[in-house]
């Protein structure tokens, strides 16, 4: 077991950080006559269960992917809908995080949404900046291409300030200005929907985190699913490039 983990819990290894690419939302509606935009509003069901089941099982970090950069290429009224779903989780879920002692965060390039919604994110991290129960990240406007250009620019500049030199630039400080820089490393990175690639997310910090497929729409994942997701994750010899016999000797 590595350090990155948590104690055992109903049989299971507890990664401290799990993220989610929450996919199928839209095929989902459509199986069922329904458009696109339905199966993104069924999604909000599946996020309240997971963010329950994670702050159950001690989970200590969950990173949602709400919306790629790449996302804005949707059709106008699909990304409409979504906006408003991000503002309705900024005005009412966010007072269910903060009673149960969960911490907000938006990861991603923040500028290119409305002044109003930018205002809630801040109002949201705000409110729940001090609790300790579990920090639950959601990346909209997000890349992982950006994110390392964006952490490789922030260094440049602290060059060319004299704030530090060429010689200090390491993996550490280049990860100390990503997004998750903060929170623990990646452990375990989900995928719903069906699709085998992980879509420009988390490129920097999914380097040694275990991947979870599943064919399961995002608004059929629930606790169940999760555990699923678990139970293979807890069967996982996670090497870190030492061999099998080097880990079962630590």
Known sequence: MSENT???????????????????NGR?????GNKRVAGHKAGVES????????????????TLFAFSSENWQRPEKEVSVLMDL?????????KRLHKNDIRFKVIGDKSRFSEKLQKNISKAEELTCENTGMVLSVAAN???????????KSL???VQNNEMSLDDITEETLDQQTSLAEFADLDLLIRTGGDYRISNFLLWQSAYSE???????????DESQFNLALEAF?????????????????
């Open 6 to 24: 948590a104690a055992t819990q109903q049989g299971f290894i507890i990664p401290k950080h799990v993220a989610i690419i929450m996919d199928g």
């Open 28 to 32: 989902w509606a459509q199986m069922r």
């Open 47 to 62: 996020v309240r269960s997971t963010v329950t089941t994670a702050r159950k099982l001690g989970v200590k970090a969950l």
């Open 86 to 94: 991000f503002m309705y989780v900024l005005t009412k879920e966010v």
């Open 142 to 152: 997000y890349g992982g291409r950006w994110d390392i250009t964006q952490a490789a």
């Open 156 to 158: 440049a500049q602290k």
């Open 211 to 221: 991947f979870y497929f599943t064919e399961t729409l995002w608004p059929d994942f």
């Open 234 to 250: 807890t069967q996982r010899e996670r090497r870190f490039g030492k061999t099998g016999d080097q880990v079962k000797q630590t």
